[in-house]
């Protein structure tokens, strides 16, 4: 399982390097708010239709491995440009198709972990456990952020600094695409089907399932909203942009902790016990960032990010392939990305950045509303748990 681990660390160093100066480069760039907040939300835009291109792709011709590859030169080709542009329509076109290429690489990863995992079961040995794979992904996001401290701190280099690193992980990504496993199937079953939206469909329209998308698309909205404008905020309280990239390793190492014990967790409260926790987690933090403007406050909400990353990273992908058959395992992860990390990031993204106007305050009271709201509902009104003989 190396393999796998070493794409998942290099897979989310990528963002790791890049995602917390990403504002603070536009702002350095002489974009508004309002501009920033359109930018990003293009993310969303590439989500609505990358993850499930790539992932319907995936299943269909059993390319995960390849379509990896392809993720790490698209986005980290378009990052590199990126980093060159002086306006905002360059700026727009730039980060729109590094999104497009690279939204798709977390589903796809899960999709192959999830294959690995299954074929394991049919041969008699243990099933992987996902969150054993996905801590890498923590430890990948935590490192650059260490090295591009000293980069900015040491040298005269500015915020684009970021963008010229993560390209370079990600020429280091599609140099050991190799390692990755290929995805294959019995002879009997080597052939291409038509796309399997239907069965997909078929699974979306669950009312269990329908109540945990639409949680969990609020809270990728208020998640959303936070990314956007938590650097020029910490920003605006004091802090100096070269410590951006190890403020967010506070909340990481958090995470990392919470990653290490999230089986025994998911044992001991179960999944619907745990998304409440994050949505907590997530009610209280931009609470906290909205009412008290004070810099030890907003640096110390980062201690709460641990139930966050396993409320919206870790169990959505394990939940909805346990739910899942072999032939639409990747597309029902794409369609979730499209709808919680696109449609979901496309309003709060945007929407922030009209809001952000009047003061960054605002922006967390949205979030705040929106993660509240999501809590209640789901304890509400879902009640389902993850088979775990499957996932």
Same mark, same amino acid.
């Given at each position: 399982?190396?393999?796998?681990?070493?794409?998942?660390?290099?897979?989310?160093?990528?963002?790791?390097?890049?995602?917390?100066?990403?504002?603070? %480069?536009?702002?350095?760039?002489?974009?508004?708010?309002?501009?920033?907040?359109?930018?990003?939300?293009?993310?969303?835009?590439?989500?609505?239709?990358?993850?499930?291109?790539?992932?319907?792709?995936?299943?269909?011709?059993?390319?995960?491995?390849?379509?990896?590859?392809?993720?790490?030169?698209?986005?980290?080709?378009?990052?590199?440009?990126?980093?060159?542009?002086?306006?905002?329509?360059?700026?727009?076109?730039?980060?729109?198709?590094?999104?497009?290429?690279?939204?798709?690489?977390?589903?796809?990863?899960?999709?192959?972990?999830?294959?690995?995992?299954?074929?394991?079961?049919?041969?008699?040995?243990?099933?992987?456990?996902?969150?054993?794979?996905?801590?890498?992904?923590?430890?990948?996001?935590?490192?650059?952020?260490?090295?591009?401290?000293?980069?900015?701190?040491?040298?005269?280099?500015?915020?684009?600094?970021?963008?010229?690193?993560?390209?370079?992980?990600?020429?280091?990504?599609?140099?050991?695409?190799?390692?990755?496993?290929?995805?294959?199937?019995?002879?009997?079953?080597?052939?291409?089907?038509?796309?399997?939206?239907?069965?997909?469909?078929?699974?979306?329209?669950?009312?269990?399932?329908?109540?945990?998308?639409?949680?969990?698309?609020?809270?990728?909205?208020?998640?959303?909203?936070?990314?956007?404008?938590?650097?020029?905020?910490?920003?605006?309280?004091?802090?100096?942009?070269?410590?951006?990239?190890?403020?967010?390793?506070?909340?990481?190492?958090?995470?990392?902790?919470?990653?290490? %014990?999230?089986?025994?967790?998911?044992?001991?409260?179960?999944?619907?016990?745990?998304?409440?926790?994050?949505?907590?987690?997530?009610?209280?933090?931009?609470?906290?960032?909205?009412?008290?403007?004070?810099?030890?406050?907003?640096?110390?909400?980062?201690?709460?990010?641990?139930?966050?990353?396993?409320?919206?990273?870790?169990?959505?992908?394990?939940?909805?392939?346990?739910?899942?058959?072999?032939?639409?395992?990747?597309?029902?992860?794409?369609?979730?990305?499209?709808?919680?990390?696109?449609?979901?990031?496309?309003?709060?993204?945007?929407?922030?950045?009209?809001?952000?106007?009047?003061?960054?305050?605002?922006?967390?009271?949205?979030?705040?509303?929106?993660?509240?709201?999501?809590?209640?509902? %789901?304890?509400?009104?879902?009640?389902?748990?993850?088979?775990?003989?499957?996932?």
């Amino acid at each position: 399982m190396a393999p796998l681990k070493l794409h998942y660390a290099l897979a989310y160093a990528v963002l790791g390097s890049y995602l917390p100066y990403l504002p603070v %480069f536009l702002q350095d760039q002489g974009f508004d708010t309002v501009e920033i907040g359109w930018i990003i939300s293009l993310q969303g835009f590439a989500v609505v239709i990358s993850p499930t291109l790539f992932t319907s792709l995936a299943d269909r011709y059993q390319a995960n491995r390849l379509l990896i590859g392809v993720c790490y030169c698209i986005g980290g080709a378009a990052l590199w440009a990126l980093a060159g542009s002086e306006n905002f329509v360059m700026a727009a076109i730039f980060f729109s198709i590094h999104a497009f290429g690279y939204t798709a690489m977390i589903p796809l990863l899960d999709g192959l972990t999830f294959y690995q995992s299954r074929q394991r079961i049919l041969q008699k040995q243990e099933p992987i456990e996902y969150a054993s794979i996905r801590i890498w992904g923590t430890i990948g996001f935590m490192i650059p952020a260490v090295g591009m401290f000293f980069l900015l701190y040491f040298t005269s280099l500015k915020s684009e600094a970021a963008l010229y690193f993560s390209f370079l992980i990600a020429f280091l990504g599609w140099m050991f695409l190799l390692l990755l496993p290929k995805t294959d199937l019995p002879k009997s079953e080597r052939h291409h089907p038509p796309y399997q939206f239907k069965k997909v469909f078929e699974v979306l329209r669950l009312s269990q399932i329908r109540t945990f998308i639409f949680c969990l698309f609020l809270y990728s909205m208020a998640i959303g909203s936070f990314y956007t404008f938590y650097s020029p905020y910490i920003i605006e309280l004091g802090i100096d942009a070269q410590w951006l990239g190890m403020i967010s390793n506070i909340g990481v190492a958090v995470e990392l902790v919470w990653m290490a %014990f999230a089986q025994t967790l998911l044992l001991k409260l179960g999944m619907k016990r745990i998304i409440l926790l994050g949505g907590i987690a997530l009610a209280l933090r931009f609470g906290l960032l909205a009412t008290v403007p004070n810099l030890w406050i907003a640096l110390g909400t980062q201690l709460l990010h641990g139930p966050i990353v396993l409320c919206l990273y870790l169990i959505p992908p394990m939940y909805l392939n346990s739910r899942a058959s072999e032939r639409i395992r990747s597309t029902v992860q794409g369609c979730y990305w499209m709808l919680c990390a696109g449609v979901a990031r496309i309003v709060g993204s945007s929407l922030s950045g009209y809001v952000a106007v009047y003061h960054f305050r605002y922006v967390f009271l949205l979030a705040a509303i929106c993660s509240l709201i999501g809590t209640v509902y %789901f304890l509400l009104f879902f009640h389902d748990e993850i088979k775990e003989k499957e996932s």
